[in-house]
């Protein structure tokens, strides 16, 4: 099957009309004069011929005159040229590769231009060096060459790929390292020695992020090249949190209004750092007018396109670049070769017709038969020793590209030798085909033991070294290694920084800092600017009971319910379990009224023991005054279950105890009541009401009262008793422990039945308090159920507005104030005549006018 076969017709008609655009274009940009021929600059016949495309000159002298003179001579491609003739040389001289098979090259000058490319990488297709347009016919004829090596920057190497495709012809960079080459649909035959810049992008963002510098300005070539990369980078850069102020252009042509208006931007900008997808011409551009304004504060990071060049930095003469770090393909000795490429007599031949003006740059001599002449130079001999010259083409800097140059052409050779092992019968003079399917037959070591080999996508394997700029004292620039990145490694390894020092711009010691906030400290979060990048923010204190503890953490993390925040808002504390404990000054306060009510009822019992026979104890049925001082005694008690740890055990005994015990106290109070108003009825004439309220009645009823009591403590214990419980409501920072009531409406009966016989009590005793006694005892009931509903009255608003451990303190106040009023109000005043006025504990002082004498032994117990 044909090319022509292969292709379809509208891409015919595409490269048509890309053969006419690129050859108008090229009658205005060729490296050469008017009329003279299109020829290889460098030709050599072999079995199998290489081509090669390479800028030996780079622009014109004169620009007015492009007819008079010729264009300025490049050493670069004359660099390139011969790290490919070299590796010629070895292959032709081995007896292992390709044995008995010459290689061949014909080498062209692409002279900077795309036209000129394309033109000449059609030359090299199709054999039709003077052809000005190749017909259809020329295009079917088999290859006359087997690959193309070359050509350096990638927009020329993406014009060229796209014109050789349909002849399936290799075309191996160097140098061209656009990330865009890697897609096989468009430059299906593209091939390069040099990673592509989508490792390169990214390695320089994770470079940029491992110094912190989250705040950068771009500075890209406006061309495939820098666009690319810089896209690639950007997208990666978001990605690590990474932001840009600035991001701009430049190209080697642009007008000086709009470099000056990049340089007005760099200098107005608040980033330190500047990151570069530039070729080394644009960046000339830039820093030459950087110069001017002695602008060396910036920190730069490059690509492999400048960092490792030393005619960049002998071109940086203000020092505008010093402490630069950035990526460059390894280092790289491949022996011989430096010798080759210095060994300049060989071009001395008559094919060579460039030998003269080469020579001529090269020794800054003129030979007596140059046109150029004007008698004011030293004369060439011819030759001239290289010992002691010092310009661009003894400067072996870019040995790593050399190097690449080298394993291209390793590469072809070592490609067609596994074909031709597969085809013994095949004859000298042989017509390859390497076709589409390149990569797979090229799997080899060097000589020096680096393997090499292509992806799926035509490129090699993606290693850098990591290059810092570090002058010296005589003011030459010294390329330190100082780390490896390794695209092949996992990503949390891939970059290795050396333990080496770093020098960093303007010879600082110190790592750079440029960032558009300063970090957020733990304890705070970030808050964005708003109108600006993400990169740009303000540091906002975590809200209490949050926290933050890492640095510029987005947000505060609420603590858990049982911790929170300490003062500088960066960790969570436990929070203070308050309680009411014996430990503190408030605790051992009511322990000690608790205890002290209780020692008083203690004195109170044994004082009424001790004259238990006395009218005045005898008085309205001892036994209930005894069983009072012994309820009120566990008034006190009960007080004590409501301090200290709340427990299951202290929750459910507190409230039902509480309950229980002053059910007993008020139901010993009303039966005192009723008896003083039974004993009054009882003296009226025609009455017997005390027959039906005795001393075994008075007992029945006290225990009919608690008993109701005890079965809504027992019912309450049953369905949901009390339980612990950790309140996180009342306060922020602190965990209250209480007792929780389990159920509501068992505690309010609870409450409500002690309040119903509370308002019994202090009815009969105000309905008692005017009878005719001279120690009428209703009037001391009636004066200590009045302090006790008063007491639990205020105790309800009181409990509920108090916080935390006051709560309990309020209830444990109110039952030792409503026991003491119980215990003072009845009790203290028989005490004050049992022991100061003995004379008034008689029954005839005890008795009032209106009861007579028949009736003294009722009223006694």
Same mark, same amino acid.
């Given at each position: 099957?044909?090319?022509?076969?292969?292709?379809?017709?509208?891409?015919? &008609?595409?490269?048509?009309?890309?053969?006419?655009?690129?050859?108008?274009?090229?009658?205005?940009?060729?490296?050469?004069?008017?009329?003279?021929?299109?020829?290889?600059?460098?030709?050599?016949?072999?079995?199998?011929?290489?081509?090669? $495309?390479?800028?030996?000159?780079?622009?014109?002298?004169?620009?007015?005159?492009?007819?008079?003179?010729?264009?300025?001579?490049?050493?670069?491609? #004359?660099?390139?040229?011969?790290?490919?003739?070299?590796?010629?040389?070895?292959?032709?001289?081995?007896?292992?590769?390709?044995?008995?098979?010459?290689?061949?090259?014909?080498?062209?000058?692409?002279?900077?231009?795309?036209?000129?490319?394309?033109?000449?990488?059609?030359?090299?297709?199709?054999?039709?060096?003077?052809?000005?347009?190749?017909?259809?016919?020329?295009?079917?004829?088999?290859?006359?060459?087997?690959?193309?090596?070359?050509?350096?920057?990638?927009?020329?190497?993406?014009?060229?790929?796209?014109?050789?495709?349909?002849?399936?012809?290799?075309?191996?960079?160097?140098?061209?390292?656009?990330?865009?080459?890697?897609?096989?649909?468009?430059?299906?035959?593209?091939?390069?020695?040099?990673?592509?810049?989508?490792?390169?992008?990214?390695?320089?963002?994770?470079?940029?992020?491992?110094?912190?510098?989250?705040?950068?300005?771009?500075?890209?070539?406006?061309?495939?090249? !820098?666009?690319?990369?810089?896209?690639?980078?950007?997208?990666?850069?978001?990605?690590?949190?990474?932001?840009?102020?600035?991001?701009?252009?430049?190209?080697?042509?642009?007008?000086?209004?709009?470099?000056?208006? $990049?340089?007005?931007?760099?200098?107005?900008?608040?980033?330190?750092?500047?990151?570069?997808?530039?070729?080394?011409?644009?960046?000339?551009?830039?820093?030459?007018?950087?110069?001017?304004?002695?602008?060396?504060?910036?920190?730069?990071?490059?690509?492999?396109?400048?960092?490792?060049?030393?005619?960049?930095?002998?071109?940086?003469?203000?020092?505008?670049?010093?402490?630069?770090? @950035?990526?460059?393909?390894?280092?790289?000795?491949?022996?011989?070769?430096?010798?080759?490429?210095?060994?300049?007599?060989?071009?001395?031949?008559?094919?060579?017709?460039?030998?003269?003006?080469?020579?001529?740059?090269?020794?800054?001599? *003129?030979?007596?038969?140059?046109?150029?002449?004007? @008698?004011?130079?030293?004369?060439?001999?011819?030759?001239?020793?290289?010992?002691?010259?010092?310009?661009?083409?003894?400067?072996?800097?870019?040995?790593?590209?050399?190097?690449?140059?080298? *394993?291209?052409?390793?590469?072809?050779?070592?490609?067609?030798?596994?074909?031709?092992?597969?085809?013994?019968?095949?004859?000298?003079?042989?017509?390859?085909?390497?076709?589409?399917?390149?990569?797979?037959?090229?799997?080899?070591?060097?000589?020096?033991?680096?393997?090499?080999?292509?992806?799926?996508?035509?490129?090699?394997?993606?290693?850098?070294?990591?290059?810092?700029?570090?002058?010296?004292?005589?003011? $030459?620039?010294?390329?330190?290694?100082?780390?490896?990145?390794?695209?092949?490694?996992?990503?949390?390894?891939?970059?290795?920084?050396?333990?080496?020092?770093?020098?960093?711009?303007?010879?600082?010691?110190?790592?750079?800092?440029?960032?558009?906030?300063?970090?957020?400290?733990?304890?705070?979060?970030?808050?964005?600017?708003?109108?600006?990048?993400?990169?740009?923010?303000?540091?906002?204190?975590?809200?209490?009971?949050?926290?933050?503890?890492?640095?510029?953490?987005?947000?505060?993390?609420?603590?858990?319910?049982?911790?929170?925040?300490?003062?500088?808002?960066?960790?969570?504390?436990?929070?203070?379990?308050?309680?009411?404990?014996?430990?503190?000054?408030? !605790?051992?306060?009511?322990?000690?009224?608790?205890?002290?009510?209780?020692?008083?009822?203690?004195?109170?019992?044994?004082?009424?023991?001790?004259?238990?026979?006395?009218?005045?104890?005898?008085?309205?049925?001892?036994?209930?005054?005894?069983?009072?001082?012994?309820?009120?005694?566990?008034? #006190?008690?009960?007080?004590?279950?409501f301090i200290g740890r709340p427990s299951e055990w202290s929750c459910m005994l507190r409230h039902t105890a509480f309950g229980i015990t002053f059910v007993l106290c008020i139901s010993c109070v009303l039966g005192k009541t009723i008896v003083v108003l039974m004993a009054f009825r009882a003296t009226l004439p025609g009455s017997n009401m005390m027959k039906w309220f005795g001393p075994a009645q008075q007992k029945l009823t006290v225990l009919g009262f608690t008993l109701i009591q005890v079965i809504i403590c027992i019912l309450w214990l049953s369905i949901s008793p009390p339980f612990p419980f950790k309140n996180f409501q009342k306060f922020k920072d602190k965990i209250i422990l209480e007792c929780a009531l389990g159920s509501s409406v068992s505690f309010w009966a609870v409450i409500g039945y002690i309040g119903l016989l509370a308002m019994l009590?202090?009815?009969?005793?105000?309905?008692?308090?005017?009878?005719?006694?001279?120690?009428?005892?209703?009037?001391?009931?009636?004066?200590?159920?009045?302090?006790?509903?008063?007491?639990?009255?205020?105790?309800?608003?009181?409990?509920?507005?108090?916080?935390?451990?006051?709560?309990?303190?309020?209830?444990?106040? &109110?039952?030792?104030?409503?026991?003491?009023?119980?215990?003072?109000?009845?009790?203290?005043?028989?005490?004050?005549?049992?022991?100061?006025?003995?004379?008034?504990?008689? *029954?005839?002082?005890?008795? @009032? *006018?209106?009861?007579?004498?028949?009736?003294?032994?009722?009223? &006694?117990?």
């Open positions: 099957m044909t090319s022509t076969q292969r292709w379809p017709e509208q891409g015919w &008609a595409l490269l048509q009309l890309l053969l006419v655009v690129s050859f108008s274009q090229a009658e205005d940009s060729v490296c050469r004069r008017r009329g003279d021929p299109e020829n290889p600059q460098l030709f050599k016949d072999g079995d199998i011929m290489l081509g090669g $495309i390479f800028s030996f000159h780079s622009s014109w002298k004169n620009r007015q005159d492009t007819y008079m003179h010729k264009p300025f001579l490049n050493f670069r491609g #004359f660099q390139y040229t011969q790290a490919m003739l070299f590796a010629i040389e070895e292959i032709n001289n081995s007896t292992d590769l390709l044995p008995g098979i010459s290689l061949g090259y014909k080498i062209y000058d692409a002279c900077v231009s795309i036209p000129r490319g394309v033109r000449v990488a059609l030359a090299l297709a199709t054999g039709n060096e003077m052809v000005s347009m190749p017909s259809e016919a020329s295009c079917t004829r088999p290859a006359q060459v087997q690959a193309i090596m070359g050509e350096t920057s990638s927009s020329p190497c993406m014009a060229i790929a796209t014109v050789i495709g349909p002849f399936h012809i290799p075309l191996i960079s160097h140098f061209a390292t656009c990330a865009c080459l890697s897609d096989k649909t468009k430059y299906p035959s593209f091939l390069r020695t040099i990673p592509s810049d989508y490792y390169q992008s990214r390695a320089l963002a994770q470079l940029v992020r491992h110094f912190g510098w989250t705040w950068v300005g771009a500075i890209r070539t406006n061309d495939d090249y !820098g666009n690319n990369g810089m896209a690639t980078f950007t997208e990666t850069a978001q990605q690590l949190g990474i932001c840009l102020e600035y991001s701009v252009s430049v190209f080697r042509t642009d007008p000086p209004s709009k470099i000056q208006q $990049i340089i007005n931007i760099i200098k107005a900008s608040t980033s330190k750092v500047i990151v570069t997808f530039v070729s080394p011409t644009d960046l000339y551009v830039i820093i030459n007018k950087l110069a001017q304004y002695n602008l060396t504060r910036y920190q730069w990071v490059g690509t492999e396109a400048w960092i490792f060049d030393s005619q960049t930095a002998a071109m940086d003469w203000n020092h505008i670049l010093d402490g630069a770090i @950035g990526l460059s393909i390894p280092k790289a000795h491949v022996s011989g070769m430096r010798e080759f490429m210095l060994d300049v007599k060989p071009l001395n031949s008559p094919s060579n017709e460039m030998f003269t003006e080469f020579w001529e740059r090269l020794f800054n001599c *003129k030979f007596k038969q140059s046109k150029s002449s004007t @008698g004011n130079e030293s004369e060439c001999t011819g030759d001239e020793d290289l010992t002691g010259v010092q310009n661009s083409f003894t400067d072996l800097s870019l040995m790593p590209i050399f190097y690449n140059v080298y *394993k291209g052409v390793y590469a072809v050779a070592h490609a067609l030798h596994n074909i031709l092992s597969c085809n013994k019968t095949c004859n000298k003079k042989v017509q390859l085909s390497l076709g589409l399917n390149f990569e797979k037959y090229v799997v080899f070591n060097t000589k020096e033991g680096d393997e090499v080999y292509f992806n799926e996508y035509g490129d090699p394997p993606a290693k850098y070294e990591i290059i810092n700029w570090q002058p010296t004292e005589d003011g $030459i620039v010294d390329f330190v290694t100082v780390g490896l990145y390794d695209a092949s490694l996992p990503a949390d390894k891939q970059l290795n920084l050396q333990n080496k020092s770093l020098i960093w711009a303007q010879n600082s010691q110190q790592v750079p800092v440029s960032v558009c906030s300063e970090k957020c400290l733990p304890g705070t979060r970030k808050v964005l600017q708003k109108g600006k990048p993400i990169c740009c923010y303000d540091c906002l204190r975590c809200p209490e009971g949050e926290i933050s503890n890492i640095t510029d953490s987005i947000t505060c993390v609420r603590c858990d319910p049982e911790f929170w925040s300490n003062e500088r808002r960066d960790a969570c504390v436990k929070k203070e379990a308050e309680f009411l404990s014996y430990a503190e000054i408030m !605790g051992a306060l009511l322990t000690a009224a608790a205890l002290f009510g209780t020692f008083m009822t203690a004195v109170v019992a044994f004082i009424f023991f001790r004259y238990r026979q006395t009218p005045i104890v005898r008085a309205n049925n001892s036994e209930l005054s005894f069983l009072l001082l012994f309820s009120l005694t566990l008034c #006190f008690l009960c007080s004590l279950t009590c202090f009815i009969l005793a105000f309905l008692a308090r005017k009878l005719p006694d001279n120690f009428n005892e209703a009037k001391f009931i009636t004066f200590s159920m009045l302090i006790f509903c008063a007491v639990w009255i205020t105790f309800i608003p009181a409990y509920v507005s108090s916080p935390g451990k006051f709560s309990v303190a309020v209830e444990i106040f &109110a039952i030792l104030a409503s026991s003491f009023g119980l215990l003072v109000c009845i009790f203290i005043p028989k005490c004050y005549i049992i022991l100061l006025k003995p004379e008034k504990n008689t *029954k005839k002082n005890m008795m @009032g *006018k209106g009861f007579p004498s028949s009736r003294e032994d009722r009223e &006694a117990g």
